[in-house]
């Protein structure tokens, strides 16, 4: 493997006006940051919300500064990742702090396969820099577009019932405090202070540096294939454990699941992709999910009357699907 650039950008930060703040054409003379007038809204836009203030600070000095202001003035901080949340955690009529700026590689142990990076970093940044080590994280969820202190401030789960969640590889992180102290913590320093902010919901700090224990880069060999909902229902236990990695989408608006399965495997390159894989992937991205509801549509557009189930069967039914989700959110 070649040399990893330590202490540098994972990836070149955008342009910005020299302020943490973001600028905007109105002013408070009176206040030190540019009044936000923006909205901002998740990924999934089922939250949005305009905060007063938006930073997107690049030193340490300027969260430093967001927050004694924020204290003088009585007013809230969050922070937020990349926005992949579905809840309202990072919801603010304050200061909203976006650590993307914060993405470098600040440290890589060969010796302990250990490294320490910036909370800002996403997962497919780390994932890079990491590869150029000869190194990977053990357990990643469905999404790489997350970012470190998201992930570890949620308790996100992996793709895996045979490891722990991704906080599980954590070995120590330095929080910046509301008071602007930044303490560093782990199982053997402060372990309560370490394990609260593991699920903290942002409620203890500003995650700034995580080190993570990683293992030595490796191959997945996966399978994917679609599944009626009722005999996921029947084998869900068996279909999460009888693989290294497990994944499973459910279409509510189908009766079909898809089941992603994979393991370890010692092959080192990737085979470029065939032209039928390519013709598949795009297929599976644009007209994938639409094409069952528009099967579904088709098959019952003859259909005068609908067959109209009894209360109760109906009422089973959606008891087996919450069950259904209940047994997902916990193991899967």
Known sequence: MGDVK??????????????????????DPSRQYDLNEKVWTNRATTVSFQPTYKHRPETEQQIYEI???AAKNNENVKVVGSGSSYTELACTDGHLINLERFNRLLEVDRQTNRVTVEAGATLDQLNVKLAEAGLALSNLPASSTKTIGGVLSVGAHGSSVHKGILATDVLSLQII?????????SRQVQ?????????SLGAIGIIYTVTLQCVPIYSLQAVQYPIPFQNVLQDVTKLAEGSEYSRLWWFPHTEHCVVWQAKKSSR?????PTV???????RDKLVGMYSLVWTKTKKNSGTKKLEVKSRQSKETQSEDKLNFCRSLCIGW
């Open 276 to 282: 039928r894989q390519k013709l598949s992937t795009i």
């Open 268 to 272: 080192t390159e990737i085979p470029p």
């Open 67 to 69: 927050l004694k202001y």
């Open 191 to 199: 372990p309560e202070l370490f394990r609260a902010a593991l699920c």
């Open 177 to 185: 405090l509301a008071d602007c102290t930044k303490v560093t913590c």
């Open 6 to 27: 330590i202490n540098e950008w994972i990836s070149d930060p955008k342009p910005e006006p020299p302020s943490s703040s973001k600028q905007t054409k109105t002013r």
